[in-house]
């Protein structure tokens, strides 16, 4: 019997061995039933647009559209000049719109979800760098640039979760992240945008994290990846950016006035909820341990005491910002109401007892105080002013 | 892998992710036979390739809306699951058990006596193979996987792989020789 035979012999056998189909059905039956569940989980923003995006793949999958477009495309952008300018080209452009249709190709083109996750990366950074251009009175267009920013890390962070990444991967998702970190903290949004620009923040916080996390990982499952003196370096890197977080929290609490009631702090892991200054200390002990670790080559643990860490300072950081912002508008509210004419606020200040402005209204008609709080609750009944 | 079937399976196991099990019911039709025919002729007992394929399911199911990490080749992992799932099986009863029966042809009226009598005598020059030798014949000439989604399934290098296919065959041409003179 010659090989091709053989083989041939192979395939024959597997085209005829198939499952009893009585067995099939029943089985099917049984599952079905043994994983019934109750409750639907629900889809988040980022899967469904990872879904959505799958599912136009799919349509246009056997369609081999995209072979012939892309050619087309390439053909037009390949020439020169042409391609410098929409390289350069900025939102408002005419070639902009141009420019974002060729990112779209070209990651049709990108097949591996390793590929496609780095090309969202690179989208990513795109558009931060967009931003920067973008003038802050141009609030719509910042906005958008922003949304576009989250959608692209937010695949991109789909892919990263796809499979067990390469160490290679995992580094570069790494380095990337901290590289749009550094630029979203120099960018100043527009007031409307702030909330979109926090997500922005987050997300990439979050995308870092998870990088980081797959080398401690990689590297406890394959010391030949990840050297230990490097993942010592990243931690320690994380670590300092705590570390510099957290003085600037510290010298907020210091701040605050001596018997003011200090901001709480809920510590997840503990069940428990404790003032800024402690959740605040609970953090740098945390990052002592970690430091610890790090010495005696437990990355994970490590890891695990840098992320508590984190998580408190975030919180004793919103906790911080809060009071400040509180204590800032209350001022501002005093200072305002102090420096306001009283015809403005309805309000009089002095001795009620003096004479009004106008002699002759009425003194007895008053009209309710208006809910300034600060110096307004202190001020006399108003007179009518005079229409 | 096709394309169109990566993305379609990745779209199943996003839903399975989230509890959908039509999307379960769907990934079930579409594989369990491929997985039977793997289980069967690694174990060559019918009864026992049923109560492993079950499992294999019941077990598929729990991983995916259980575990954190996203699978990347659903194909691949069905087959690591289903090769783990025999492992175990071995491990457990310490034997190796007979062939059950003879090659079970469904709408084979078309097929001579002679393909058949020659099928059932490569079966069993399969099953005389060594075990990781078996399973590679079977992933590259019945089920059809290329030598680098094997070489996911069995945790080897491709070029390992191709080594071990290629002394696999080696083998199994020298049994079947050996049965027939």
Sequence with gaps: MNKDNLIHQLHELGSIKRAPALWREQTRSRLLKQIEVTAFKPFSLAERLVYGWQQTRLTLAPMHLAPVIATVLIMVIGYSPFSVALATSLPGSPLYPVKRLAEKFELSLRSSSDSQGLFYLTLAGRRLSEVKTVSGADVATQAELFRDYNINLGFAQASLETGLPSTDLAKTYDQATDILAANLNVLTPAPANRQVYKVALDLTSKVSSRALALLVSQHGSNGDGVKSAEVADRLATEIAKVEAKLEGVEAKIQLFPENSPAPRVVITSKATVVPVAEASKQAKDNLAEAKELIARNEFGLALQKVQESEDLTAKSEAAVTEEETTTEEEAKSETELEETPATETGEVKGDSTEPTEDPAKPTSEVVPQPESGGAGEAAEPTPIPQQ | ?181
């Design chain 2, 1 to 181: 892998m096709k394309l169109s079937r990566r993305i379609e399976d990745q779209i199943l196991l996003l839903k399975i992710k989230h509890g959908d099990q039509e999307a379960f019911a769907i990934i079930y039709d579409k594989y369990v036979d491929a997985l039977f025919r793997f289980v069967v002729f690694r174990v060559r007992s019918e009864e026992i390739a049923q109560d492993i394929t079950s499992e294999l399911f019941l077990k598929i199911w729990q991983h995916i809306t259980t575990s954190p990490t996203n699978v990347e080749n659903l194909r691949a992992f069905l087959y690591q699951m289903a090769r783990n799932l025999v492992a175990d099986h071995y491990r457990t009863t310490q034997e190796t058990l007979p062939l059950e029966e003879a090659i079970e042809v469904e709408g084979s009226g078309a097929k001579d006596l002679n393909v058949r009598l020659s099928l059932a005598e490569v079966e069993k020059g399969l099953s005389n193979l060594p075990g990781e030798w078996q399973e590679v014949v079977i992933l590259a000439y019945i089920e059809g996987f290329k030598h680098a989604e094997i070489a996911a399934i069995i945790g080897k290098s491709p070029a390992a792989t191709r080594v071990l296919l290629h002394r696999a065959i080696k083998e199994l041409k020298r049994i079947l020789n050996q049965a027939t003179y």
